[in-house]
């Protein structure tokens, strides 16, 4: 039986009881009453009391059995209330149980997994333990190369010191044997002799050529829509390459005016060419971060060149191997290609963008001309800065070389033109003209292949020529109306060429 049920059978126990007592006093008080009542009857007040006051306490009897009742419902009620929070518990009671049952093979799992875990950390320590041995050792030997390294570097410099002052040497040697023999009227003789500038010409012949002083327009070429950026003549040749913003590259008989071919496949505008010795190959520069190579004979894009993530703004090559070029881009680094391969070998980082590049005589190194108006020396096969020369105020457009190799020329935004000694990068010459305004970031000037002169655009349309020796200005020419983007001296001597934004392309004799 439930402790409910035995509940309920005792207060029906205790409601007899209480029944069974008022019927019991009841009987016992009848009797007396009613024998007392008939001679009592004058008695009848006080006994009248008395009768009114048993019932007021009987009433209050029921009222303390109706009180006892309603309470006895309420504790059955908490009762019932109590079981049900108790059934509640012993429910949540079991389900933290499987839960903790859980819990426990859960952490059981874990400690299994940490155990692995701690192995395998074991065997990587031991492994670090191995590299860091293997590390030590590798970077002993770095530095090791390093030092041979740095012997070897101080090696070179010394040669390169011993072949500068030979090369004064030449120089004075030059200097003197020309003195000489300008009275005798043998100066182009002392030239071919001394300076070691060695020109040749289709039939392979040795021959010295002097540039005359442009003065005439021969002819004035609509080449491209749009701006020319870039021109550049054949090795020893009359024959005139020219790029522009039709992203085409079309070749030129300057004799007569007349388009030879047209190479087309580039992607953005020509920015800057360059081509190989031997005159097979044209490589361009591009603002579709690309540079392209033509095969002159057949026309066809031989490589693209992928690798900068800016456009390309400068190129050149070796002059004396088709295969190595260098080209220079707004992602601030210059690349070293293999024309054989058809990739980039190395890369140079820097901070300045850079507008223009030369590769010196023997390739080895590069010249660079920069926004920061400085001009920089890199060894090309290490990517060291070997010097570095603040040349201009302003944005460096143009750097070229000589033809013997010993000066190279650089023009700035601040409308200077530069002439450095290429051994010792001090400036040996300084250009100027009060009319002479480069028009462009990549505005180029040259020099001519006798090295005598040097021809510069301005934003007038005018070309600027002056003597290297005297410094002053011998020739002014006017033809084309907007601003000149290039210039180009042929390797023969003449004729000159100058471009201009509108795409017009004039040669001068």
């Known amino acids: 039986m439930s402790q409910e049920e035995k509940a309920m059978e005792a207060i029906k126990d205790a409601l007899r009881a209480l029944r069974k007592r008022h019927l019991l006093e009841e009987g016992a008080h009848g009797p007396a009453i009613s024998a007392l009542s008939r001679p009592i009857i004058s008695q009848g007040s006080e006994w009248k009391e008395k009768t009114e006051k048993l019932e007021t ?124 023999l300008k009275a005798n009227g043998l100066e182009t ?66 004799n007569s005016g007349a388009l030879i071919k047209s190479l087309y496949g580039s992607l953005g505008n020509i920015l800057d060419m360059a081509v190989t010795h031997d005159n097979k190959s044209v490589i361009a520069a591009t603002s579709s971060n ?43 680094t210059i690349k070293l290609w293999d024309l054989h391969k058809g990739y980039c070998t190395n890369t140079v980082l820097f901070t ?36 570095e020369v603040a040349g201009h105020s302003s944005a460096v457009t143009s750097v070229s070389l000589s033809r013997n190799g010993n000066r190279i020329l650089t023009s ?25 305004r480069l028009a462009s970031n990549w505005s180029r000037s040259c020099i001519s292949p006798d090295d005598d002169y040097v021809a510069a655009g301005s934003a007038d349309g005018t070309v600027h020529v002056w003597s290297l020796s005297k410094g002053n200005i011998v020739s002014i020419l006017k033809e084309q109306t907007s601003a000149i983007l290039c210039c180009s001296w042929s390797g023969i001597g003449k004729p000159l060429a100058s471009a201009d934004k509108n795409g017009y392309v004039c040669t001068w004799t």
Request: glycine letters at 6%; aromatic letters at 6%.
């Open 57 to 180: 306490e009987l009433q209050q009897c029921y009222k303390a059995q109706s009180r006892l009742s309603e309470q006895l419902v309420i504790e059955v009620a908490e009762s019932r209330t109590s079981k049900a929070i108790l059934q509640e518990k012993e429910l949540l009671i079991n389900d933290l149980q499987k839960e903790l049952t859980q819990r426990r093979e859960e952490c059981t799992q874990i400690q299994e997994e940490l155990e692995e875990k701690t192995k395998m950390v074991d065997v990587l320590i031991a492994e670090n333990q191995e590299i860091r041995s293997q590390l030590e050792e590798m970077t002993g030997r770095v530095q090791k190369a390093e030092s041979e390294n740095k012997m070897l570097i101080d090696r070179w410099m010394l040669q390169k010191m011993q072949d500068a002052e030979r090369l004064n040497e030449a120089n004075d040697l030059y200097e003197e044997m020309l003195a000489k």
């Open 352 to 387: 300045s963008n850079c507008n223009a590049i030369c590769l010196s005589i023997d390739g080895l190194t590069v010249f660079s001309g920069h926004m920061d108006g400085n001009l920089r020396l890199w060894d090309i096969q290490t990517g060291k800065l070997l010097s």
């Open 412 to 436: 700035g935004r601040d409308n200077v033109h530069n002439v450095f000694d290429t051994r010792t990068l001090e400036i040996c010459g300084t250009l100027r003209a009060s009319g002479n």
């Open 290 to 332: 690309n540079l392209f190579v033509w095969d002159v004979s057949s026309g066809r894009v031989r490589h693209t060149l992928t690798g900068h993530t800016d456009k390309v703004c400068a190129v050149d090559v070796s002059k004396f191997s088709s295969r190595h070029v260098v080209s220079a881009a707004y992602d601030r």
């Open 189 to 254: 003789l002392a030239r071919q002799q001394v300076d070691g500038i060695v020109r040749r010409n289709e039939d392979g012949t040795d021959h010295f050529v002097e540039s005359t002083i442009p003065s005439t327009c021969g002819h004035r070429i609509h080449a491209h829509e749009g701006g020319c950026g870039s021109i550049i003549f054949e090795y020893n040749s009359g024959t005139l390459f020219t790029g522009g913003q039709d992203r085409a590259v079309k070749m030129w008989d300057t």
